[in-house]
């Protein structure tokens, strides 16, 4: 749009130019527009923008600079100017020139194009109206028009344009889709197949045209007629993997997972497919098979089938890799894509994954070098150092983890590896809102760190500081009050935090086994009976057995006087415990 613009704007200015006013204002107006377009030819539009508005202000009634102000102030990406009273304004601006120009299809196009998108759709039929009956043959207005009618519900006048359109430039498969969608529209079935066969009758050889039939049938609901249209082209073009995809989703539908794989795999070995697509193909299959519980194996096999088309390809390993993790395997996903990072190692995201991947199959130590690689090759995002951080603050070293996550805090902000910084206020006041979440989230592992280590004073020192710089960070709150009632100090702040923390995340078991756990040790039986129910219940939905959550609920009952509930609850703890 923007060099297009650029053409217009120049050629307005030519014009100009060549006319020679003799007007004071015109001329002074005149000579901000040329600068305006000298300007926009060398692509600093501000500038531009400012000389057109000049040059409309300096003379209203000058339609050339109306126009142009009017249509830059359409690109101006201010909220002011992007509102729906100044987009308006904007094509006031522009109106005037459409009006005294009817043929200038550029101005026409973009003027009608902006009015039919802001519910004055009216106002677009009437100037494409105008030019089709000065420009009749014009049938890029020809299709703006029939698209306006549409919006307005014209559907008999957006058809009779169409016909129009196709008088002049012929039958095609992209028009007859755009007819057969408008006839749909108007509840016109029959008119809708009786298209498609006429679009048959022109193109007799052609595939895609029996594919366009057969998906028709399919939206109106004839299934035998959809399977013989889908047939016809197969035997059209037996080939090809466009029509295989075509039968392959006829037979998803009909529940037929062996002719659905059939499908698939010869589409996987059409030629006319690009690997961009068959990655694609293959990504759909694979994601409804792991939706549904389906046999992992048919996807292994088709799996199989693409990657000995393409040994090579670093996307086809980006998703042999996730499709490795969504069943479970992080091992071989983590193997699957280093072989895309031997290719692209400065992929960020590859990084990221192998981390994530990492991560899931709890080999802390190869994150860490995994990300000291990383970092050699391309610039680490924040989720690939908060993945860092988090392997380090759950190593068994615990100097090595303080030190990983004092470095990252160094670099966030020189200072702010020392707790109580001088500087702290100053630098969390230049940070941005996702910095300031992850250098919270730091100090919130660093406290861990410490608790874990027996050094809960230091831990609580950190949570402070996380806090400082975010308050709202609902894991930090969790985790400070959650070990506060532990050493059963300040309870009524843990109870603060810890209610906060259910605020911002409200159905988190986690969280809410806190929130029990606290009201267990201020001697609020009754609530924290309640809470941790909800806790448990929410945790086993979502398939955490966590061993925590079913002694807290065992003691809780204890002091609610429902001792044999509780020997259920102590017994479950035990077994799941012993699994370890």
Not at 199 to 204: A, H, K, M, V
Not at 452 to 466: I, M, Q, T
Not at 469 to 486: C, I, R, V
Request: aromatic share 12%.
């Amino acid at each position: 749009m923007r060099k297009t613009f650029f053409a217009s704007i120049l050629f307005f200015a030519g014009s100009l130019i060549a006319g020679g006013a003799t007007d004071p204002v015109r001329q002074k107006a005149r000579y901000y527009f040329t600068q305006g377009s000298i300007e926009a030819s060398n692509d600093n539009m501000p500038a531009a923008y400012e000389y057109f508005k000049k040059a409309y202000e300096t003379d209203p009634l000058y339609q050339d600079a109306a126009f142009t102000y009017g249509a830059q102030r359409l690109f101006t990406e201010t909220d002011t100017l992007q509102s729906e009273t100044e987009l308006k304004n904007s094509l006031l601006l522009m109106q005037s020139y459409v009006d005294t120009n009817p043929m200038d299809l550029y101005a026409t196009q973009m003027y009608g194009y902006v009015t039919a998108r802001l519910d004055t759709v009216a106002e677009a039929i009437r100037v494409y109206e105008r030019v089709n009956s000065l420009m009749p043959k014009e049938t890029q207005i020809l299709l703006h028009l029939a698209e306006a009618y549409m919006m307005k519900r014209k559907f008999n006048k957006a058809i009779e344009t169409l016909e129009k359109y196709e008088a002049i430039e012929g039958k095609s498969q992209g028009l007859s889709l755009k007819k057969i969608t408008y006839r749909m529209a108007a509840g016109d079935t029959l008119g809708a197949v009786d298209e498609v066969n006429l679009l048959i009758e022109s193109f007799p050889r052609d595939p895609m045209a029996r594919v366009l039939k057969g998906n028709l049938y399919e939206v109106i609901g004839d299934n035998d007629s959809v399977f013989s249209a889908f047939k016809a082209a197969e035997n059209l073009a037996p080939e090809s993997g466009t029509v295989k995809m075509s039968l392959a989703n006829y037979y998803r539908n009909q529940g037929d997972s062996v002719m659905l794989d059939n499908m698939v795999y010869e589409a996987l070995l059409a030629d006319d497919l690009e690997l961009e697509d068959k990655i694609s193909i293959l990504g759909d299959y694979l994601q409804k098979l792991i939706n549904e519980k389906g046999d992992k194996a048919r996807g292994d096999h088709l799996f199989q089938v693409l990657s000995s088309q393409y040994p090579h390809e670093a996307a086809l390993l980006d998703m042999a890799a996730r499709y490795s993790a969504a069943k479970g395997d992080y091992k071989t996903a983590a193997d699957q894509i280093s072989y895309a990072i031997d290719m692209e190692a400065n992929n960020e995201r590859y990084w990221l994954m192998l981390l994530s991947f990492l991560m899931a199959d709890t080999r802390l130590e190869e994150i860490i070098e995994k990300y000291n690689e990383a970092v050699q090759h391309t610039q680490p995002s924040l989720g690939l150092k908060n993945l860092y951080a988090a392997a380090a603050s759950q190593l068994d070293d615990a100097d090595r983890g303080e030190a990983i996550l004092k470095e990252l805090l160094e670099e966030a902000g020189a200072g702010l590896s020392e707790t109580g910084s001088e500087n702290r206020t100053k630098i969390r006041a230049s940070l941005q809102y996702d910095d300031l979440v992850w250098v919270s989230s730091l100090y919130c592992m660093l406290g861990d760190i410490y608790y874990k280590n027996g050094n809960p004073d230091k831990a609580f020192n950190e949570y402070e500081e996380s806090l400082f710089f975010f308050p709202d960070n609902a894991l930090t709150l969790n985790n400070y009050a959650y070990f506060l009632s532990e050493v059963e100090k300040d309870l009524q702040k843990a109870r603060k935090m810890s209610r906060r923390s259910l605020d911002l995340s409200e159905n988190n078991p986690t969280y809410l086994d806190t929130f029990a756990w606290i009201l267990y040790k201020l001697q609020e039986y009754d609530e924290a009976l309640a809470y941790q129910r909800l806790a448990l219940e929410l945790a086993e939905q979502a398939g955490d057995e966590n061993p925590e959550f079913y002694l807290h609920l065992a003691e809780i009952l204890v002091m609610n006087d429902l001792k044999e509930e509780a020997e259920k609850y102590f017994e479950k703890a035990k077994q799941l415990e012993s699994l370890k």
